[in-house]
């Protein structure tokens, strides 16, 4: 059903409702997409009622903009096309080295993770992780890497508290084995976490707000 509606959210993006109201009738719309202005003002009524469109009747001209629902669809169409053009056997995400709160340290450290990292990975990871803050243009290859693909770490359960379900995939920052993990329960959408046998800091003089690009293995 969403595969009919990506055309129309796309030409809508193009002209800038990805951000911001803009002027089109339902005419111009048809033009776009090459259908009569009966069936543009059709769709512009199926993309409200899914929820993928706000719409404001003004005084001369309705102003359509795309919802959050209606941009994460075409994020995903997006990501899809990146695996068929980009994303072969690696994806390179570029980022800046942050200071994390302390979390991955944490989670790396427990034996439930450690074990199956050593037998997945083949690496014991170092007691802590890299913080990576994504730059935003490569924001949907880091979604791709979440919805599916990698190495699934097994989640757990210790003195009463449970522990998610990690998302690994072998990569390499400057040539040096590394691995992304991805926990299925995270406050950032724009943090990548990388873990390596060594301190990845010290060993490649990384500092805060350094540049940093990681090769993230695909297979």
Avoid: W
Wanted: hydrophobic share 35%; proline share 2%.
């Amino acid at each position: 059903m969403s595969d009919k509606f990506v055309g129309a959210l796309r030409q809508i993006a193009l002209m800038g409702g990805m951000h911001d109201y803009i002027a089109i009738s339902s005419r111009e719309l048809g033009d776009l997409l090459g259908m009569s202005q009966q069936s543009a003002s059709k769709r512009i009524l199926e993309l409200l009622d899914e929820g993928l469109i706000h719409r404001d009747l003004g005084a001369r001209r309705q102003r359509i903009r795309l919802t959050d629902k209606g941009a994460e669809l075409l994020r995903k169409e997006y990501s899809e096309y990146q695996k068929i053009f980009e994303m072969r056997d690696h994806v390179v995400i570029k980022g800046t080295v942050i200071t994390g709160m302390g979390e991955g340290q944490y989670y790396v450290t427990q034996a439930g993770y450690q074990d199956q990292f050593e037998q997945k990975l083949s690496f014991r990871p170092y007691d802590g992780t890299l913080n990576v803050r994504v730059s935003p243009a490569d924001i949907t290859k880091l979604d791709s890497l979440r919805r599916g693909g990698g190495m699934v770490v097994k989640g757990f359960e210790k003195n009463g508290r449970t522990f998610g379900d990690v998302r690994a995939y072998k990569a390499t920052i400057q040539n040096v084995d590394c691995a992304v993990v991805l926990p299925s329960r995270s406050h950032y959408n724009d943090v990548m976490e990388v873990v390596c046998k060594y301190h990845l800091r010290r060993t490649l003089g990384l500092r805060d707000g350094e540049p940093v690009e990681v090769r993230v293995s695909l297979t």
